[in-house]
């Protein structure tokens, strides 16, 4: 892949950071970036083909007021800006071999919009250009 | 391209005559209206005029941004009280 790929590794499974994540990817898609998502710990736990609608609760920081602020804006579920970004553009979204471990999950229990499993060389070998975690 | 007040009853007029297809994504948020412009942009026809009404303010710059990387022609933006009017021409 080239230097305009935007590589982004979830580790967080709340709401938020999710929706950001997803706003940032499908926004990189649209402009015709390259997008590696590298789904690890608990965003991956959120991909699980029965959890993805399901409500992830979000950060800490947020407090009453924040949840609140979140809610009232119309936004789309981060599930369809994925769906969203993959339409748009190649973005490929990767499941963490080793948080699939330690979850003992395998590529069926997770939403079809996860297009495979990779080790982190495998995550790194496409990810040249700098890595965003969130 | 020009950006003008909300004044400017007659261009807005001119301009709606050869709108194809008005988007109202006010009230969605970051990249709602965006992403309702390329799914509208996809669907039409090389010549087609889109207007988008957002009231987001992502979209002032956003908007822009991706029809100039798209390479369609964004033929006006108009402040009015509470958003912004796109119009676009697909030209590709």
């Known amino acids: 892949m080239s230097d305009d790929t935007v590589s982004l590794v979830l580790f967080s499974g709340t709401d938020d950071k999710l929706q950001a994540a997803a706003v940032l990817a499908v926004g990189a898609a649209a402009m015709g970036r390259k997008v590696n998502v590298f789904l690890q710990y608990w965003a991956l736990d959120a991909f699980r083909a029965d959890r993805v609608l399901k409500d992830h609760g979000v950060s800490p920081e947020a407090g009453e007021a924040g949840l609140r602020a979140i809610q009232a804006q119309g936004k789309t579920h981060w599930s369809e800006l994925f769906a969203q970004a993959k339409d748009l553009g190649e973005v490929q979204i990767q499941a963490c071999a080793d948080s699939m471990e330690m979850f003992e999950i395998t590529k069926d229990d997770l939403d079809p919009m996860v297009d495979g499993i990779w080790g982190v060389a495998s995550f790194f070998m496409e990810a040249e250009g700098p890595v965003t975690f969130i | ?92």
């Open chain 2, 1 to 92: 391209m020009r950006t003008q007040g909300s004044d400017a009853i007659a261009q807005q007029g001119e301009t709606a005559a050869g709108v194809t297809r008005s988007i109202d994504a006010r009230g969605m948020a970051c990249p709602g209206p965006l992403m309702s412009l390329i799914g509208a942009i996809r669907e039409g026809q090389v010549g087609d005029v889109i207007e988008v009404l957002s009231s987001d303010e992502g979209s002032k710059s956003d908007i822009p941004a991706w029809v100039r990387k798209a390479q369609h022609e964004m033929i006006e933006i108009v402040t009015e009280d509470g958003y912004a009017r796109f119009v676009i021409r697909k030209t590709r």
